[in-house]
């Protein structure tokens, strides 16, 4: 009975999602600060362009982690994706990570109807069921595959819904729903494999919270967003 249950949730979701994703024509900012261990370490945050049925979306991410003054763990990235009639056409982006360059050049190809990837660690087409892997998008959790921002390589994925849970940000409540989104094939070595915690907002699908282990315990938190 629960199995149903479950499905019939998604199943909600999904009609929800797929009946509002226009919610975004709204959105202007979206601002997320990145925790380690519980200490403020940097910040995620997207800006929304909007045409005459277009969408630009600019992200800005940038981190630190400290050991004894030094600085062990750096990332600095800008990304931008562009959207047409609510498809995907256009991503790109250009990260530092420990002074190591990587990036990621997306174009959609109207003839083949599918993504041409160039990036840092994947050259090649993509299906256009994939999906972006950030936190403005909700969509990350309808998808079976993810692109990474940072190098362009594809991760196939699965969710589940946990369950529906009342969480406290920055003195907020929030009702949301409870996600685990973990990598497809659990054979792959654990710095490769997606294993994350994702809380969104019932009310206006926004992703309020994102927690992950990895050299630590991560999370990204929805500081505030502005709608026009």
């Known amino acids: 009975m629960k199995k149903y249950f479950y499905i019939l949730i998604l199943l909600f979701l999904y009609t929800h999602v797929a009946a509002h994703t226009a919610h975004y024509k709204g959105i202007i900012k979206i601002e997320m600060e990145v925790f380690r261990n519980n200490k403020l370490i940097g910040y995620s945050n997207y800006f929304f362009e909007h045409g005459d049925n277009t969408m630009t979306v600019k992200n800005y991410t940038q981190f630190k982690v400290k050991l004894l003054g030094a600085n062990i763990f750096t990332i600095a990235s800008e990304a931008?994706?562009?959207?047409?009639?609510?498809?995907?056409i256009q991503f790109k982006s250009i990260t530092f990570q420990n002074r190591k360059e990587k990036y990621?050049?997306?174009?959609?190809?109207?003839s083949k109807k599918k993504f041409?990837?160039?990036?840092?660690?994947?050259?090649?087409?993509?299906s256009t069921d994939?999906?972006?892997?950030?936190?403005?998008?909700?969509?990350?959790?309808?998808?079976?595959?993810?692109?990474?921002?940072?190098?362009?390589?594809?991760?196939d994925q699965v969710v589940q819904l946990i369950g529906k849970e009342n969480i406290i940000i920055y003195g907020k409540s929030y009702d949301t729903h409870h996600y685990k989104l973990k990598s497809k094939d659990d054979n792959l070595p654990k710095n490769?494999?997606?294993?994350?915690?994702?809380?969104v907002?019932?009310?206006?699908?926004?992703?309020?919270?994102?927690s992950y282990s990895r050299m630590g315990n991560w999370e990204y938190r929805l500081k505030n967003f502005k709608i026009n």
């Open 104 to 110: 990621v050049n997306l174009n959609y190809n109207n």
């Open 130 to 155: 994939c999906v972006i892997g950030n936190w403005w998008n909700h969509k990350i959790l309808e998808a079976n595959k993810q692109i990474s921002p940072l190098t362009g390589s594809i991760k």
């Open 116 to 126: 041409i990837i160039d990036g840092s660690s994947y050259k090649g087409e993509a």
């Open 192 to 199: 490769k494999k997606l294993d994350f915690d994702i809380w």
């Open 80 to 88: 931008i994706e562009k959207y047409k009639n609510e498809k995907l």
């Open 201 to 210: 907002n019932t009310k206006n699908n926004l992703i309020i919270k994102v």
